[in-house]
């Protein structure tokens, strides 16, 4: 059974570009998390999708947006790129609704210079 | 609001040395508790979990124990070895939040 996977696996953008990152979940998971990891803030909780549903958000600013395919594929934006948006996106999936268990995907090493 | 305290890092021990990581929590309700590790380059793995005062978690030779009294969820192994060396992170969950809070990572480096 494949693991999460998130593309790309690095990615380097300039202040004010975007970026959109993609994660597809565990055959048949049907809730996808976001997280960002930087040295600084460690683990936050960005957003939660559920059957393409937001079920809950992080206290991220609106830059930060994401959605939920019907195949429970995930994506997640960010506009207008910050020096400070550097991080490691880590996307994880769960099976069923009370994420208990959840799979972690290797992430996506974003730079912005 | 929930949150996680961790033991400050990074920690370093010889092969077969005995190993704990505290972490203490504060959460509204009853959470679940988590230990996760990750490897270089990698994303997060569960390596053990307990949902209830007084249960314990176990998975490779790593132990925690659900102590609702202390609040708290302390990551243990007898005999670490090198392969062994990650970062570590303590977590928790609510039935109401459905997302993990997570500790700051404790660095664990095991030197043959």
């Known amino acids: 059974k494949a693991g999460v996977t998130q593309t790309p696996r690095y990615l380097i953008k300039t202040r004010g570009q975007q970026v959109t990152l993609s994660c597809s979940p565990i055959?048949?998971?049907?809730?996808v998390s976001w997280y960002q990891q930087t040295p600084g803030q460690g683990l936050q909780f960005l957003f939660e999708y559920f059957s393409e549903t937001q079920r809950n958000k992080g206290n991220f600013p609106g830059r930060f947006s994401g959605r939920q395919f019907s195949n429970s594929r995930s994506e997640m934006n960010v506009s207008t790129l910050e020096l400070g948006d550097s991080a490691l996106y880590l996307c994880?999936?769960?099976?069923?609704?009370?994420?208990?268990?959840?799979?972690f995907g290797s992430g996506t090493q974003l730079s912005v210079l | 609001g929930n949150s996680v305290t961790q033991m400050e890092g990074p920690v370093t021990l010889s092969e077969e040395a005995f190993l704990t990581i505290n972490c203490t929590y504060t959460?509204?309700?009853?959470?679940?508790l988590f230990w996760y590790v990750q490897y270089p380059g990698e994303g997060l793995q569960l390596l053990l979990k307990?949902?209830?005062?007084?249960d314990k978690g176990s998975n490779k030779g790593f132990e925690a124990t659900y102590r609702k009294e202390t609040t708290s969820f302390h990551l243990e192994k007898g005999s670490v070895q090198v392969s062994d060396s990650a970062v570590y992170f303590c977590a928790l969950i609510t039935g109401s939040a459905r997302q993990l809070t997570f500790g700051s990572g404790t660095q664990l480096t095991v030197l043959p």
């Open positions: 994880a999936s769960s099976f069923g609704e009370k994420n208990e268990k959840l799979f």
């Open positions: 307990a949902t209830k005062a007084d």
């Open positions: 959460a509204t309700g009853y959470p679940s």
């Open positions: 055959s048949g998971h049907r809730s």
